[in-house]
Nanobody, 119 residues
Framework: QVQLVESGGGLMHPGGSLRPSCAAS????????MAWYRQAPGKQRELVAD???????KYTDSVRGRFTISGDNGKKTVYLQMNALKPEDTAVYYC?????????????WGRGIQVTVSS
């Protein structure tokens, strides 16, 4: 089993910064990527950013230029530097890890952390 534990969420004013982290542990193999998703009230869960095992990153348009995803392979930890926060960034943020070969892809999720951006 794989466990993902997120931390670093909270309440921030517009324009502020947060840096959530996600630590992975357990039986991990062939990690393909780690990612952050978010789900706002009444909306579907969406991909915020992901980083592959090779270090390639991608971002959803609404956060590109403001958020940066990074990983520490040794610590099996992924971070999301969130700058210039906006009220529309308010959501529960979930960590995700994708592992395995193409014929046996496995996804695991963290429990989520609340990020609230409000004045």
């Amino acid at each position: 089993q794989v466990q993902l534990v997120e931390s670093g969420g909270g309440l921030m004013h517009p324009g502020g910064s947060l840096r959530p982290s996600c630590a992975a542990s357990g039986s991990m193999f062939s990690i393909n990527s780690m990612a952050w998703y978010r789900q706002a009230p009444g909306k579907q869960r969406e991909l915020v950013a992901d980083i592959t095992s090779g270090g390639s990153t991608k971002y959803t348009d609404s956060v590109r230029g403001r958020f940066t995803i990074s990983g520490d392979n040794g610590k099996k930890t992924v971070y999301l530097q969130m700058n210039a926060l906006k009220p529309e960034d308010t959501a529960v943020y979930y960590c995700n890890i994708e592992m395995g070969p193409i014929y046996d892809i496995r996804w695991y999720w963290g429990r989520g952390i609340q990020v609230t951006v409000s004045s």
